[in-house]
C-alpha cells in the first residue's frame, strides 16, 4: 500500500506542523506488521516530535491510533495473505504491543500536559476501542490500562475522564468472561486457532487487575471501602495499610458517612446544581450536613445519577449497576459492597 511505503521517508523529516490531517489520515490505513518495524518507522517518528507540541495536537495523534486499530480489526486479516515477508508474525502479539506502547505514552503524555481534559478524552477513546476488539471483531485481545495510567484517570479533576473510565472497566467484564469460556473449551476448533497459551494466561492476569480496579474505584468514590478491614479483592491503586487500619480506631458506623460520589470532586459542581434544582433556591452545599447526604432517600439518588446521565456521564451509573450484587431494594444507588463483587473468571 501506497501509505506503507510513502509514510516511513516523510516521518523521518516531517516537523508535524505541515498537512496533518492527512498524516494522520495515512497513518490510520496501515498495513500490520511485526511491532519492531511498526514502531521504528511509524511510531517512533511522531513520539520524537510531539514534546513542543500542543496537547491538541498529541490528542489528533491518540485519535488516529484509535482508527488505525479499528481499521486492523476491521480487515480479516486471518482470511488474507499479507505481504510473504511479513506473513510470519502474530498479528495478536502485535496488537498487544502496539496497545502496551499507547499505554506508555499516554501516562507520559498526560503528565507533560497536566492531564489534559482533551487528551484524556482522546486517550479513554483509544482504549474503549481496545475494550471492544473482541465483542465486535472477534479478536482475543485482553488488555485493561495500566495500573499508573488508570489512577490518573480515576483522580483526574475531569468529570468526563471519571466516567469514561468507569464504563470501559464495564465493558471489559463480558470480554474477558467470553474470551475465559472459549479458552476453557480445549477441544473447540475455534479455540484452538486463535487462542494460545499465553492468551490463557494473560486472561487470568487481566481479570485478576480488573476485579482490583473494581475495588479501586469504589474505595475512590465510596471512601469507606479503603477502610474495609476484609477484602475478597485486593486494592491495586487506593488502599489503606493495615497497621494504619489498626491505629484508626474508628467505628464502622462513622466511616460509613465519609463523604459519597456526590461530593467527589470531580462531581461536585454537579451535585450542586442538582441539589438547586431540587431545592428550587441556591442553597450552599456546605450548610447540608454530611450526616444528611449520606440518608438521602433512594429516589434522590436515582435522581441523581439519571442527572449525571443527562449530561453525559453515564459511567456511574453503569459501573453501579454491573458491578453490584443484588442486595435489596436499594442496591443500585448504594456504594458497591467490594466483599460482594463477583470474580469476572466465575
Not at 467470553?178 to 497459551?197: C, Q
Not at 461536585?268 to 452545599?285: A, H, S
Request: overall charge negative; proline content about 3%; glycine content about 2%.
Amino acid at each position: 500500500a501506497v501509505q506503507d511505503v510513502f509514510l516511513p521517508t516523510y516521518l523521518s523529516v516531517w516537523n508535524g506542523e505541515v498537512y496533518v490531517e492527512e498524516i494522520l489520515v495515512l497513518l490510520s490505513f496501515l498495513r500490520p506488521k511485526p511491532f519492531d518495524d511498526f514502531r521504528e518507522n511509524f511510531l517512533d517518528p511522531i513520539t520524537r516530535i510531539w514534546y513542543d507540541k500542543g496537547a491538541v495536537f498529541k490528542a489528533k495523534v491518540f485519535r488516529a491510533w484509535r482508527n488505525l486499530l479499528e481499521n486492523i480489526a476491521l480487515f480479516r486479516w486471518d482470511t488474507r495473505n499479507i505481504d510473504e515477508d511479513e506473513n510470519d508474525f502474530d498479528l495478536i502479539d502485535m496488537l498487544h504491543s502496539f496497545i502496551d506502547y499507547v499505554d506508555r505514552e499516554s501516562l507520559s503524555t498526560l503528565q507533560e500536559e497536566n492531564d489534559s481534559a482533551v487528551l484524556q478524552m482522546a486517550i479513554l477513546d483509544f482504549f474503549r476501542k481496545v475494550a471492544s476488539l473482541h465483542r465486535q471483531h472477534d479478536l482475543p485481545v485482553i488488555v485493561v490500562p495500566s495500573p499508573f495510567l488508570c489512577a490518573r484517570l480515576l483522580f483526574s479533576y475531569c468529570a468526563a475522564a471519571c466516567s469514561n473510565l468507569c464504563s470501559i472497566l464495564v465493558s471489559c467484564q463480558p470480554t474477558i468472561q467470553s474470551v475465559y469460556t472459549l479458552a476453557k473449551t480445549e477441544s473447540s476448533a475455534e479455540a484452538a486457532s486463535v487462542l494460545s497459551i499465553p492468551i490463557v494466561q494473560a486472561v487470568d492476569e487481566t481479570a485478576a487487575l480488573l476485579n482490583s480496579y473494581i475495588v479501586d474505584v469504589c474505595n475512590a468514590f465510596w471512601r469507606s471501602g479503603a477502610f474495609q478491614k476484609q477484602a475478597v479483592v485486593q486494592s491495586t491503586i487506593l488502599d489503606v495499610p493495615r497497621e494504619v487500619l489498626d491505629l484508626l480506631r474508628i467505628p464502622q458506623s462513622q466511616l460509613d458517612l465519609t463523604l459519597l460520589v456526590y461530593c467527589q470532586i470531580q462531581f461536585l459542581g454537579f451535585f450542586v446544581d442538582f441539589l438547586q434544582e431540587e431545592q428550587g433556591d441556591k442553597r450552599d452545599i456546605f450548610s447540608t450536613s454530611l450526616v444528611s447526604i449520606s440518608k438521602f432517600s433512594k429516589s434522590q439518588r436515582l435522581r441523581f445519577l439519571e442527572y449525571l446521565r443527562v449530561r453525559g456521564l453515564a459511567g456511574i451509573d453503569e459501573f453501579i449497576s454491573g458491578y453490584t450484587t443484588a442486595r435489596g431494594a436499594s442496591s443500585i444507588v448504594e456504594e458497591p459492597d467490594s466483599t460482594t463483587i463477583t470474580s469476572t473468571m466465575q
